[in-house]
């Protein structure tokens, strides 16, 4: 089978680049192992930790909140196994809605594990044993990562394991141990506190979320620990494993936790050990990562590198961006994705959001900067939704007012960060959206007060 370009890997980097490769005149194929498209944010990452953080924010809202509103519930219970359901229904609904897309776009679908054979070929090996081999002009790895366990854990696919079965647990443990604070052990640790599970938070250094603007780290650990959730800090695991029906975790210089369950959560790395990157020439560096030059271009001649694979925040939209940047390079010879304002979203309950460039970089830096802060208790919309915690923090150069950065905790601050990243993509300043109407009542008015307290100018605070 010949192609003009094959890309290893159907993940949310793969499969946006075969689309818009096909979108361009390609004849494209695309590679995926696993029974679905999507990658690991369809199958077990994103998308099912979003769908449990919805439902169980809705049980809860159901068994605490709803009577601050005048709606009275009685013996408010928990299914586990709809929510579960629904959580799978989620999930291939959209690995079907891929399927579509690849098909309307006349991309050939090859399941199988690739593998790099040398110059413009492609190994790929069914689930039978049988191996084909494809060829193409270009090639595109976009193969993603894998979680990554701590020497010591001893992950045995049940009791101790990843986000992987944390995602899946048939019930709700007594007590689950969380080891790393970053937004994976949060995340997952909400939906579990919120179904009635004690949760312990592990964390090695000494605050949560490194790489968020720490202001608002510091917020979300006092309104995290208010939520129940018990996160310890400095602490440096050396073990964790099973022993029979439960969990034995030992933290160094502490006495050993039992718990029902252990979610090792301590990051992610690239999933480019096995890929034949030695059969043209290539090898990632300590990181995982493979080199590529400003149009994703490799090393090797025709082999290109997106996603996961290569350097910078690993998140979907940003391997979506650099899928549809690295075809279009192939067509025009140009393209530009700015990593310095890919947006981040940690989906606990508050929310917290962010773009650009934190308070800690800037003073690092030694650039001078302008801080505007609004809190959401003093916009009206968050008042009738009763989801007033958290604020929006923007940060502007001190001289030519430029917009630096945007962070924010609080109700729909993934959504609320979609305008400041377009703004500062344009070159906003913080009197560009300080002049801009914003619709009354809406959440959307916090980040423009936010910009008029760049100058003390904002009217609601």
């Not at 690739?114 to 081999?133: I, K, P, Q």
Request: aromatic share 4%; glycine share 12%; net charge negative.
């Amino acid at each position: 089978m010949t192609h003009d370009l094959v890309v290893l890997g159907g993940g949310p980097g793969g499969y946006v680049a075969a689309i818009r490769a096909a979108q361009l005149g390609m004849k494209v194929a695309i590679i995926e192992k696993e029974d679905r498209f999507g990658g690991t944010c369809l199958r077990v990452g994103c998308i099912p930790s979003k769908a449990l953080l919805e439902s169980s924010h809705k049980y809860e809202i159901a068994s605490d909140e709803l009577s601050k509103h005048g709606v009275v519930t009685q013996g408010v219970s928990l299914d586990l196994a709809v929510m579960m359901k629904r959580k799978v229904d989620v999930v291939q609904t959209l690995s079907k809605g891929i399927e579509a897309l690849l098909a309307k776009n006349k991309v050939a679908k090859i399941k199988g594990t690739g593998r790099l054979a040398g110059e413009g070929r492609v190994n790929v090996t069914s689930s039978d044993g049988a191996v084909t081999e494809v060829s193409a002009q270009r090639i595109i790895l976009a193969v993603g990562s894998h979680s990554v366990v701590l020497p010591g854990i001893e992950c045995d696919g049940s009791r101790v394991g990843t986000s992987t079965e944390a995602l899946s647990y048939s019930e709700v443990p007594k007590h689950l141990v969380v080891i790393g604070g970053g937004y994976i052990g949060l995340e997952l640790g909400s939906v579990w506190r919120r179904l009635g599970s004690r949760v312990t938070v592990l964390e090695y250094f000494d605050r949560i979320l490194t790489g968020i603007d720490s202001e608002i780290a510091s917020d979300a650990l006092v309104l995290f620990r208010k939520q129940g959730l018990d996160i310890q800090l400095g602490v440096k695991v050396l073990s964790a494993k099973a022993e029979g029906e439960a969990c034995v975790v030992q933290p160094e210089g502490r006495d050993a936790i039992h718990c029902d369950r252990v979610l090792a959560a301590t990051g992610r790395k690239p999933a480019t050990s096995d890929i034949g990157l030695e059969t043209v020439g290539l090898a990632p560096n300590e990181r995982g990562w493979i080199q590529v030059d400003g149009q994703f271009r490799t090393a090797a001649p025709g082999v290109y590198a997106i996603g996961d694979c290569i350097p910078g925040p690993m998140l979907a939209h940003k391997a979506e961006e650099d899928g549809v940047a690295c075809v279009e390079a192939m067509q025009s010879g140009w393209c530009h994705v700015d990593y310095g304002l890919v947006p981040a979203v940690v989906f606990t309950h508050p929310e917290i959001a962010t773009v650009g460039r934190t308070e800690d970089q800037l003073k690092s830096d030694g650039v001078t900067y302008k801080k505007g802060i609004f809190p959401f208790r003093a916009n009206g919309r968050a008042r009738t939704i009763n989801d007033i915690t958290g604020k929006v923090k923007l940060l502007a150069d001190a001289k030519s007012d430029a917009v630096l950065g945007v962070h924010i905790i609080g109700p729909a601050a993934g959504d609320l960060i979609g305008e400041a990243a377009a703004a500062m993509n344009f070159g906003a300043s913080s009197e560009d959206i300080a002049r801009v109407c914003h619709a009354h009542p809406t959440l959307p008015e916090a980040l423009k007060e936010a910009a008029l307290a760049v100058d003390g100018r904002a009217i609601h605070a």
